[in-house]
């Protein structure tokens, strides 16, 4: 093997490297992935949960939102959509936990409060779901349809244990900051 051959090598890749251009960025014909731009911006993890939590992926949206907890830091609005994730992925003590921890923090989130009663109303618990639910009523001065059905179909099931809500009335929804809404299927 002729002794030039590894600087020969070693000119040609470092040749290679000039022609990426000096800002890290590869041309369009090469064949390697382009570099990343550290400089940017992440985007929000409340808002990637957000987006995942619509296409009805929940086990992603959790991860997101623990990212956007490492973001933001422990707020309300992180722990509220960590607990609504939960919920959807049918781990109702973690959701219930959790959706008290928010309320700790912010005893006047209306989504935590709507939510955490959809907890309670899946976990069997009617008259403590009544109660939330019509917190979270008060709390948002009844503008919000899906809190408003909520709250009336909790005090049907409190004041009637024999009440038996119609097929398209099988469902409670969850609400989160922004006017989204994410609707749960009741578990037979």
Known sequence: MPRHLPALAASVLLLAACQMGGDGFRSKDSPFAPSIDASAEDIDG????????AA???ELALKAYYRAASQHGATVDVYSAIGS?????GRLGQ?????RDAIDLDDSFVPAWNNLGVVLMEKGEVAEAAQTFQTAFALDSGRTDAIRENLRRALAMRDNPDYAPEDNEEEFSLVRRGGGVYLLLTVK
């Open 85 to 89: 994730a939960n919920l959807h992925l």
């Open 56 to 58: 009805g992926e929940y």
């Open 95 to 99: 959701a219930e936990s959790t959706l």
């Open 46 to 53: 409340l808002i990637v949960g957000h987006r995942l939590m």
